[in-house]
């Protein structure tokens, strides 16, 4: 790792980005994983972020500058993300369809902008825990939201797949593109931090804000809608206790 803040959240920008090409790339070995499949590693993936939200943003956020900035960044990173949801017409990955004014707009942009929605905060807690200079924590959290990019960049790429998105190739690019955005939305995050250091445990708790919503309003209830919510839950239980563990041995 480099040792400039903001070059770190640009290597760990990448290192998410190839997790996520990883995982998109799989649908060309695995054309049609099983739907229980894909609702349990997506589980497994809230479970990592889930933990990752508290261990790696929360908690450090609240050492850092008290409990009061990092609350008021965590309830408007919720509500920027409420808004955003329900302002900017796009179409979740398995739900369909929502937000404002979404039946004139092609479904190919409704779709592209559901991803870069869901991306945005995942990229930008990255940068924000290396621009503060939590190094242990913007490297668990590299790892966290590499781990949880796998099987979504094969979820995405599958979606696209089965919504008529062309052939295998051209789905995994879509599974490829979607995880693009959190290249440069981990080095703003690290940039903006780095240069503003008051806003650190602010930016810790938004970002963590922010994935907890994507949590609660897309990943569970996405693997809870076809019967394979017990699956969902032991994958999110998994994937908790994994997190938990790396932040202890890492610790």
Request: glycine share 14%; net charge neutral.
């Amino acid at each position: 790792m480099p040792a400039h803040p903001i070059a770190q959240g640009l290597v760990a920008g990448v290192f998410i980005v190839a997790l996520n090409l990883l995982g998109a790339l799989a649908v060309l070995l695995y054309r049609k994983p099983s739907e229980r499949a894909l609702d349990t590693m997506l589980g497994f993936a809230a479970g990592v972020m889930l933990a990752a939200s508290f261990t790696s943003l929360i908690l450090p956020g609240i050492e850092r500058g008290g409990a009061l900035p990092v609350l008021t960044g965590l309830a408007l990173g919720a509500l920027a993300m409420g808004t955003a949801d329900h302002l900017i017409p796009h179409r979740h990955v398995f739900i369909g369809h929502e937000g404002l004014d979404g039946r004139r707009i092609r479904a190919v942009i409704l779709f592209v902008i559901a991803i870069t929605l869901h991306n945005v905060p995942e990229g930008l807690a990255v940068g924000v825990a290396f621009g503060g200079g939590q190094f242990r924590e913007g490297v668990l959290l590299m790892i966290a939201i590499g781990a949880q990019n796998i099987p979504e960049g094969l979820a995405v790429a599958v979606a696209a797949l089965g919504a008529g998105f062309g052939k295998r190739f051209y789905a995994a690019f879509v599974g490829v593109r979607s995880g693009l955005i959190e290249l440069p939305m981990a080095v703003l995050g690290a940039t903006l931090v780095y240069y503003l250091v008051p806003l650190v445990p602010y930016a810790m708790g938004f970002a963590a804000g922010a994935m907890l919503y994507i949590i609660s309003d897309e990943i569970v209830p996405e693997t809870h809608r076809k019967g394979h919510e017990r699956w969902a839950t032991c994958g999110l239980m998994v994937g908790l206790i994994t997190m938990l563990y790396l932040d202890v041995t890492l610790g």
